[in-house]
């Protein structure tokens, strides 16, 4: 929504809808102020709980010139098969593309191994008689008349979305442009997306997924959107609504609504965003991004002040996911958050998650209806969060009930105390969300020891040092408002258009001015699409990456590319670089060995100003004056409970230093400070934990 905008609007707001809390951050401009709202998501309308998290950040709609989003209801849609009744339009001969998939059995040895389910149904994927050459010639012409009347049949059995995906459409997509065009004229109620409108990269049976899971999504996507759009304007907003990609980027709500598959991702992203935005004021060159929010724990990578980023992501986990090929930031997930459920199975152990209480009815000490233990639960009973203090005391929780359902639900069954059962269900969390981070860095080639850990999301600073020690992590950062920190990293965020262009070549053959050529086409999509709200031209910029691989390999990896390589036509320093990510993922490279380019990758971003760091005022340099009280919280390296210290975050002063065991505490979260860890407050009053060594 793009719209004259009012000149005195001075807010740009941010809200991240997460499974159980709605985060809203609101930044004034005029004065460099931020203000946050935090509420419980509201699940059967989720536009009512971002409206009351604006007015809990004071901010008024027809005051804000910019309106940034990121939901998880695209992923959610998927994970919940909940989507639209869909149809696949396919080439004939290969409509099992999208149930065969690549015929892998990731688990040889599991006798219950399922594969993944496709989001259409057989009876659906409908052949088409054409067929395009991976050159990209037409070999059968595609008829009008046959796709029209194919049309007009879906539209009679209640069909609401129509995927189209032909062979070879990354090469030529006239069969599919022309496709869609008739589906749209006979159907013009329907959701309708063709591949080659989100990926022209090879590999038909990820192109077959993605552009499924687009429509599947798409109508309950593009209605949202929409409610928020006409909920938002009838609160006075004037000014431009853009959503958060995957990638990190942000794209118009018009973009959003047709290619929704672009922001499965985006509150995580734009967590990841912030992240190294972080690393920019505390001039760190590398972190890992540790996020745990109510429902999931999430984790990803700033590497030498560069977001890593992925080619494809499998929704659902590897063995049986469904792959989505988009470009996007390398994020990995598990079902591990405040609110996860504790439980003892049949075989008498005790599992966490990935079953979440959610906002409804919550953990059971929220007292909304809940019965069964969660993470959070557990925390409250260990005496690490305050009753009468979550989120500032807005909310009382039920200390009592929380203990008997750990006592009922989980120390009974196991024949154990209260306390071990409650100290069970935190350690077995933190076991679930190391390897979350191992995903993104042991699995990548890196070594998680090498990096810093900035936490964030409400439940976050409760368990980073639990995770860092497991994994030998040295430093732990918690930035300031934790828990808005996703919204936050909203505002730090820029437009961003991503482009993939299949392109096989030996690179000691490849045509530098062919592939200029490419690039600059992709290049010039990118300025023209954020033209319309980049009105500078020198704040577009672009970036440009290749897939790559040793001649006779199956997979590629992903090589940054800087300019200057293309200036100088530099055959010898792209090899150098292919080799050199290259050993860093696998651990060998091979000078001698012959390279090719599989894909070529161009990112055309348009900078954003963006609030600037805001440095705390100093003050008194003994902790002390931050003490608010001393509680009984249990630390399992003790194995009881210890008289420990709280302090309040507000009155925390750069270059205070605080030996643990301690808790500082905040309107969102609160930080754990374990025994032998060392905080130290830094001049942007981001909290900087040395973890001692085990």
Known sequence: MTTQLNKSATFRVAADVGGTFTDVVSFDEATGESSYGKTLTTPEHLVDGIVTGVQKAATPFPGTRLFLHGTTIAINTILERTGAHTALLTTKGFRDIYEIGRINRP??????????????????????????????????????????????????QGIKAVAILFLHSYANNDHELRAKRIVERECPEMFVTASHELSQEYREFERTSTVAANAYIGPRVRGYLREVEERIAREQFKGTFFVV??????????????????????????????????CERLALRSAIAFDMGG??????????????????????????????????????????????????????????????????????????????????????????????????????????????????????????DWVDAANGIIQIATTTMSHVVTRVTTERGLDAGDFAMVAYGGAGPLHAGLVAKELRIPTVIIPPSPGHFSAHGMLMADLRRDFVRTWFRPLANADFNEMERIYHSMEDEGRLTLE????????????????????????????????????A???????????????????????????????????????????????????????????????????TESGRFIMTPVYARERLRPGMRIDGPALVEEYASTTVVFEGDVLEVSEFGDLVITIARS
């Open 107 to 156: 688990d040889a040895y599991n006798l219950f191994f399922r594969k993944h389910v496709p989001l259409v149904k057989r009876s659906l994927r409908i052949e088409i008689n054409e067929r395009m050459s991976a050159r990209g010639d037409a070999l059968i012409p595609m008829r009008d008349e046959e796709v029209a009347a194919i049309a007009r049949d879906l539209r009679m």
């Open 245 to 278: 990609q995957s990638s990190g980027g942000l794209y118009d709500v018009q973009h959003a609504q047709r290619e929704c598959i672009k922001m499965l991702e985006s509150g995580p992203a734009a967590g990841v965003i912030g992240t190294r935005a972080l």
């Open 295 to 416: 429902t999931t724990a999430k984790a990803g990578v700033v590497l030498d002040g560069e977001v890593m980023m992925a080619g494809n992501i499998m929704i659902g986990g590897y063995t049986e996911g469904l792959p989505i090929q988009i470009p996007l930031i390398d994020i990995q997930e598990v079902g591990t958050g405040g609110g996860s459920i504790a439980r003892v199975e049949s075989g008498g152990s005790l599992r966490v998650g990935p079953q979440s209480a959610g906002a409804a009815p919550g953990p059971v000490c929220y007292r909304l209806g809940g019965k069964e233990p969660t993470v959070t639960d557990a925390n409250l009973v260990l005496g690490r969060l305050a009753p009468d203090r979550f989120l500032g005391g807005e909310m009382k929780l039920d200390r009592a009930a929380a203990e008997q359902a750990i006592r009922d639900r989980v120390a009974t069954p196991l024949g154990i």
């Open 532 to 567: 319309r709200d980049v009105t500078d031209r020198a704040n577009i910029t672009t970036m440009r990456r290749a897939d790559m691989r040793y001649v006779g390999q199956e997979h590629a990896v992903t090589v940054d590319l800087p300019m200057q390589l293309f200036t």
């Open 569 to 635: 036509r530099d055959e010898a320093g792209i090899k150098q670089r292919f080799d050199e990510v290259h050993a860093q993922r696998y651990g060998f490279h091979a000078d001698a060995e012959p390279a090719e380019i599989v894909s070529l990758h161009s990112s055309v971003i348009g900078w954003l100003d963006k609030p600037k760091p805001k440095r705390t005022p100093r003050g008194a340099p003994s902790p002390e004056a931050a003490l608010s009280q001393k509680r009984d919280v249990y630390f």
